[in-house]
């Protein structure tokens, strides 16, 4: 790719020419103030800084290293020169610059180290960037933190050109995803990040779910077994939040399965939580107790009822937790309509990989309940070195780790300062390597609580 003419407030970033060399080692390569914090080119005469430019300008087509001049408009000179690069070790672009001494501090490696990182996200089309300076350089390391970078820590990088060793700051940037919703496949739109209740109203009753509202959330989560229906009604009520803008759900519990049973249960549902509709209605497990003989027919007379509930547009959509694929396949067996979502419990450590691969085949939407494991294992030594990388608490890191799996995130939590967290887990993206990682990590935590085992009344 042709390295493109790149224009900020104050600098054009223009490809080097070889007639650059004179001014790069007269203006910043010859200055052992400045050649000691480059990495490879403390050129000590123009030949090497010639040397230099022979090889950038040979590959200015090349996709893996962009190099620029950066040119001071207001004078039209040369000041400085910097690039972005694939470095294949680390299986990431860097960026790095050098600039004439006379232009220290004035902001200006910022812009250019801001237009280059621009270049790497919408041009390359790049998530992760690495940056680099010299430990003495504590300058650039404001700059890596202006830009967002994390600091990783420090390592001996080895100069090419004389084989001397100098000690590097290593920083780590992350770029920002958007929270995307997520669409079922009847085209209903659900926020990324819904809000989960249960247990969350036993202690200071409905005022959790009016922070969470207060805070952004437009989904919440609920089931007649939470027995918090009626104070959450008592939010909506008072919320001051149309209707039509929150994503409400609810679910039956197994005692109420059944054809008549299921229409009975969503009106008590509605009644409680005050509304005339329910946006996605779900059947909480697919049996009572091991002992449910009858659940195949319960299962089919269930889906029948919420079936009708859907044409008569008493729900925007229907679906159900914690169903297997073999739970699945009875409703696919006889259905009018596939269920739009299956709740079930997803976090690193639990991935429920044959449940999740059936559910994309036949475009189910998975939704995580219990995303952060409950925290259980939130100490574990692997995930507080990862988390650290990306400058972020474990929860957020394993709720994006879900987020980017394609999965929806119910989190619950009664602290404002954590309903914000895990809120806030869009500003960065883990890279592929780490979600490999965090895909097969061994089972830390499992609930127990299997489909086919639990008693449930
Ligand atoms: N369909 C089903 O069968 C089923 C089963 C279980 C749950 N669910 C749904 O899924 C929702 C979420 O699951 P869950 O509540 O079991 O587990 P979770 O969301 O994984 O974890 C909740 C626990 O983590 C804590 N926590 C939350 N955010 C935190 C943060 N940023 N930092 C540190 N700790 C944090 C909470 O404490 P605090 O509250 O003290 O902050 C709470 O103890 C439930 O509320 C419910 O709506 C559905």
């Known amino acids: 790719m042709k390295n493109p003419v790149i224009e900020t407030e104050r600098l054009i970033l223009r490809p080097l020419t070889m007639d650059d060399a004179q001014t790069a080692f007269d203006t910043w390569a010859s200055d052992p103030e400045v050649a000691k914090y480059m990495r490879y080119y403390a050129h000590k005469n123009v030949d090497t800084t010639r040397e230099w430019l022979k090889s950038v300008v040979a590959n200015e087509n090349s996709d893996t290293d962009y190099d620029w001049g950066f040119v001071l408009k207001e004078t039209g000179k040369l000041i400085g020169s910097g690039g972005i690069y694939y470095d294949d070790a680390d299986g990431m672009f860097e960026i790095g610059y050098n600039f004439a001494k006379a232009q220290w501090g004035k902001g200006l490696a910022t812009e250019a180290a801001g237009a280059m990182l621009d270049f790497g996200r919408n041009t390359l089309h790049q998530t992760q960037f690495r940056g680099r300076h010299d430990i003495r350089n504590t300058a650039s390391g404001n700059v890596m933190k202006k830009l967002g970078f994390v600091y990783e820590g420090e390592c001996i990088d080895h100069m090419l050109e004389d084989g001397a060793e100098r000690t590097v700051s290593m920083y780590r940037l992350s770029t920002p995803g958007k929270p995307e919703n997520f669409r079922l496949h009847n085209g209903i739109e659900i926020p990324p990040v819904g809000f989960g209740t249960y247990k969350s109203t036993l202690q200071d009753g409905k005022a959790p779910i009016l922070k969470a509202l207060e805070l952004g959330y437009r989904y919440l989560d609920t089931a007649s077994f ?12 008072e919320c001051g939040i149309p209707r039509k803008e929150i994503f409400l759900a609810t679910k039956m519990w197994p005692t109420e399965m059944g054809y008549t049973e299921a229409k009975e249960a969503f009106a008590r549902s509605c009644e409680k939580l005050r509304t005339d509709y329910i946006d996605l209605y779900l059947i909480h497990w697919p049996k009572l107790n091991p002992q449910d003989l009858q659940w195949r027919q319960k299962i089919r007379d269930t889906w029948r009822a919420m079936e ?10 229907i679906g159900v937790c914690n169903f297997l694929p073999h739970h699945l396949q009875v409703i696919l067996d006889d259905c009018k309509i596939v269920p739009m979502v299956d709740q079930l419990e997803l976090h690193v450590g639990y991935l429920q990989q044959y449940t999740l691969d059936f559910c994309r085949a036949h475009n189910i939407l998975p939704q995580a309940w219990s995303p952060l494991g409950r925290m259980y294992f939130s100490e574990e030594p692997c995930l507080q070195k990862m988390a650290k990388q990306y400058g972020r608490p474990v929860s957020q890191l394993l709720l994006r780790f879900l987020n980017q799996s394609g999965i929806q995130i119910i989190p619950k939590s009664t602290h404002e300062d954590r309903m914000k967290d895990n809120m806030d887990i869009f500003g960065f993206t883990i890279n592929e390597e ?9 089972q830390i935590f499992f609930s127990k609580e299997f489909p086919d085992w639990a008693e449930r009344g």
Request: hydrophobic share 40%.
């Open 226 to 237: 939470y027995k918090n229906e009626e104070v959450i009604g008592e939010a909506l009520a």
């Open 308 to 317: 009708e509930l859907y044409k008569e547009g008493k729900c925007r959509a």
């Open 434 to 442: 780490d979600m490999h990682f965090l895909s097969v990590l061994p």
